[in-house]
């Protein structure tokens, strides 16, 4: 498969700070999915690093994305440059992850709801 990668044109800054480099957010598009990448190189090259996939209409059912839309998948990547690592309970840790942005997504719904009613 031919994958495409676009980055965003957005300027980045880098800090150097305590052994590690610091970069702001890159955003970059891989065949249509939107990925940001946040985080630190460490001198030694040590990754300290977490991917947020936004999640899409496409990889949850329609009844489930109003849900989940404005949510993030979140892969944190550690190891070392030339030896990435991600976990191997990403998924179940990103499950739990997006049942909490959900649930808080709703309690503010909810809130914005109650504050409009007691305004009105």
């Given amino acids: 498969d031919e994958r495409s990668i676009i980055l965003s044109e957005k300027p980045m800054t880098f800090v150097g700070k305590d052994g590690r480099v610091t970069c702001s957010p890159l955003e970059a598009t891989v065949n249509e999915y939107s ?12 990754l300290d690093y977490l991917a947020k996939v936004p999640v899409t209409r ?3 059912s329609s009844k489930i994305y109003p849900y989940l839309e404005g949510t993030y998948i979140n892969v944190p990547i550690t190891g070392t440059a030339s030896k990435p690592k991600i976990s191997k309970s990403v998924l179940q840790d990103a499950l739990k992850d997006l049942v909490l942005q959900a649930g808080k997504k709703q309690l503010n719904e909810q809130a914005g709801k109650l504050l409009e009613s007691l305004f009105n």
């Fill in 35 to 46: 990925l940001i990448f946040e985080g630190s190189v460490g001198f030694d090259q040590s």
């Fill in 58 to 60: 496409k990889m949850v």
